[in-house]
């Protein structure tokens, strides 16, 4: 709705008329700010129709001042003594009132009822725009706005987003058009869209971005792209983001003129160190750098004979000085196929805890294969007590239907954050290893590969947003729960009414399993197409790495189907805890979600649901289709209350889901029975096509891949 769409819904509010639903983009994401009504209406209006400010141009008064116009369809005014008062914690008139405010920090802030008044206090002026944000959020989702007692304070320092964007604008598993960084233009045409960004990231807590995709070109390490850079950091910084880079490690040779990139040559070290200068001369607040190295081609230390600490401690070194960090990835695999690609980035980085300096990250994903639907969390979070870990999750649904199927992945997250390493005890969550409090780290920090693109929606789906909104709550506090988060998003994206929030709610949360049941169900895992990662291949194999192929993971032979990661097998079980590995070792004790994961098991075995493998596998296809098909029905019967046009994208998008988790039953039955040559349990019916249909289908223009 634009401001002719809310002056007349103002007027007609005034004369007591009906709002109706207005035509919707997905461009103003969960910042619609659409008029309230009734007693929501007359709460904001009481509680926050003016707003005091030491600082009338600051950032978060601009942001508190936009949110609630739209709340009450009328400009509220910024005036000495308004309703909503606004300072940091080092204001006099914050100070005179005599509050605890120690210990926010400069991202933490409280939001109080006093008296007919509300303080919204930061401990900086990053901290007093979040605390803004939030308000703000609760008056969208229609909250009491009496008697608040509000203390925030991150539990994760750096939330940053990881962009798999190219500077020719191509974005490596993305699904919502181009890059929205026009390197061409910059640095004298700054997108107003940058702004946007920058207020939608700030809204949910994100405090840094990384530019450039982790496979990297080191143009963008050059001075004409690096004043580029220092635009885009001047458009955030007011937002409390700082920008970082993906640094190529070849870079030295590859723009610098040197022979080679060699850490140990001090040549090369003091290459990086006037190139850390250089940056932080234009960007004084630069973040630091990314590096993925030695993994799918990328150059390396190994390709000199050093090691990851070598090569991660040659770069922390150079930003040291300005107070940078070095987030190294652990996302490795060798030249040489590994007799299980799952062990090697455990093989390779525990043997290095506590080599890296205390400006270096590793950068870990939350599974130790490549973002499939379900994975068990990765072996390295608890084993690394003397190196801290971020986490790495994918926002961009590479390998969970793109843009079109509707998956909500708060609850993926959720399991593995939430998971027990049991390292070096029972309590010791992951959520402890990446927040630094189980090994009293101090540096800590997560990062989301970003689903953000040109598309107007910014994610190529309207409830593809929910998944950039649930990243970066949970960022800020991995202790909320899923159904917290996603009623957070629906209320402020579809409006707070629960006969909309309630249903929305029950299509967003089974979401997740269902793609897991109708994909990868009971622990398979690397199903998909070659390259693009579209649709379902169980049969591929062959090209130039065995463990790029999915008969690799999934094994399947007349007599049974799954990866063996037993002491029996590859071993992999022994990189956990032994509570763990002795869980896993067991078929009996696997839970039934990771049994393929970690066993080869026999068609004919029964499980614990009282069906054998095969038919439980047929159960879960076709749940997952069940699923779908309930999520269009809820859909269907939202139409007239959300607007026509995010309605009709997202039924269309949902029958296009459930034609392809069809797909998926079928072209999966039909292999499975090529191998097995069982018959189908009773009531299932046969694929409709051919193996030989199926395999024959092709996507060579599919969005996203690499290249």
Not at 398 to 420: I, N, Q, S
């Given at each position: 709705?634009h ?34 009504t009734?007693a ?80 919204v ?60 960084w026009?390197w061409?233009?910059?640095p ?154 799952a ?54 649904k ?28 029972q ?15 101090k540096?800590s ?14 994610s ?44 929305i ?34 049969w ?8 790029w ?31 763990w ?20 098991v026999?068609?004919q075995q ?7 493998l ?28 959300v ?20 797909w ?8 499975w ?35």
């Open positions: 709705m401001m002719l769409g809310r002056l007349l819904a103002s007027l007609m509010l005034a004369v007591g008329l009906a709002v109706p639903v207005f035509a919707e983009d997905g461009y103003d994401l969960w910042l619609r700010f659409r008029p309230l009734g929501a209406l007359a709460q904001t209006e009481t509680r926050l129709g003016s707003i005091d400010a030491a600082d009338a141009g600051d950032v978060a008064v601009a942001e508190l001042s936009r949110g609630l116009s739209g709340l009450l369809g009328k400009t509220v005014p910024v005036a000495t003594g308004g309703k909503v008062l606004l300072g940091t914690a080092n204001d006099p008139a914050i100070t005179a009132l005599g509050l605890d405010l120690r210990g926010l920090g400069p991202d933490g802030y409280v939001i109080r009822s006093i008296g007919d008044r509300t303080l206090a930061g401990g900086s002026r990053t901290g007093l725009l979040y605390g803004v944000f939030h308000l703000l959020r609760l008056a969208q989702e229609t909250a009491p706005l009496t008697a608040l007692t509000v203390r925030e304070v991150p539990k994760i320092d750096r939330r940053i987003l990881n962009h798999w964007d190219n500077l020719d604008r191509y974005v490596e598993r993305g699904y919502a058009g181009h890059s929205i026009d061409h233009k910059l004298d045409w700054q997108d107003p869209r940058y702004k946007d960004y920058a207020r939608a990231n700030a809204s949910i807590g994100i405090n840094g971005t990384v530019l450039n995709n982790v496979n990297a070109n080191a143009t963008i390490l050059t001075r004409p792209y690096l004043e580029k850079v220092a635009a885009l950091a001047d458009v955030f910084r007011p937002y409390g983001i700082r920008v970082y880079l993906t640094a190529r490690f070849s870079a030295p040779k590859e723009i610098g003129g040197l022979a080679h990139a060699d850490p140990a040559d001090p040549a090369v070290a003091a290459w990086w160190k006037e190139k850390a200068d250089e940056i932080y001369a234009l960007i004084p607040d630069f973040g630091g750098f990314l590096v993925k190295a030695n993994s799918e081609g990328q150059p390396g230390p190994q390709d000199y004979g050093r090691s990851h600490a070598d090569g991660a401690n040659m770069l922390a070194d150079a930003l040291a000085p300005h107070g940078g960090i070095i987030m190294w990835r652990a996302f490795v695999y060798s030249h040489e196929t590994p007799d299980d690609r062990k090697q980035a455990y093989t390779e980085f525990v043997p290095l805890d506590g080599q890296f300096r205390d400006n270096v990250l590793v950068q870990v994903k939350n599974g130790a294969i490549d973002f499939q639907p379900r994975e068990p969390f990765h072996p390295l979070f608890g084993a690394m007590p003397k190196t801290p870990l971020m986490m790495e999750f994918q926002i961009t590479e390998y969970l239907g793109f843009a079109t199927h509707l998956v909500y992945l708060a609850p993926m997250w959720k399991e593995v954050l939430d998971a027990d390493t049991f390292r070096p005890k309590g010791s969550t992951v959520a402890k290893v990446v927040d630094g409090s189980l090994d009293g780290h540096l920090a997560m990062a989301g590969v970003a689903n953000i693109g040109s598309d107007r929606t910014w190529g789906s309207h409830f593809d947003q929910a998944n950039w909104y649930a990243y970066g709550r949970l960022a800020w506090d991995h202790g909320l729960s899923s159904e917290a988060i996603a009623q957070e998003w629906a209320a402020a994206t579809f409006g707070p009414d629960p006969a909309i929030v309630d249903p709610l029950s299509m967003m949360l089974p979401s997740h399993q269902a793609v897991v049941d109708y994909m990868t169900p009971i622990g398979l895992h690397h199903l998909m197409g070659r390259g693009h990662h579209y649709g379902p291949a169980p591929l194999t062959g090209g130039p790495r065995a463990d192929t999915s008969v690799y993971y999934h094994r399947a032979t007349k007599d049974g189907i799954g990866f063996d990661r037993t002491r029996r097998g590859t071993g992999a079980v022994d990189q956990y805890a032994k509570v590995a002795d869980r896993f070792d067991k078929v009996k004790t696997t839970p039934p979600d990771f049994l393929l994961w970690f066993h080869h026999g068609w029964p499980l614990a649901s009282g069906r054998t095969w038919a439980e596998l047929l159960y879960r296809y076709g749940r997952g289709i069940q699923t779908v098909a309930s999520m269009r029905r809820t859909w269907e019967g939202l139409r007239g209350k607007d026509e046009d995010r309605w009709q994208q997202t039924a269309a998008f949902l029958s296009i889901q459930q034609k392809e988790a069809q998926w039953r079928d072209a999966s039955v039909a292999y029975q090529s191998i097995n040559g069982l018959p189908l349990p009773p009531g299932e019916k046969p694929p409709p096509q051919t193996l030989e249909h199926y395999k024959s289908l092709s996507f060579p223009f599919a969005p996203g891949d690499g290249k």
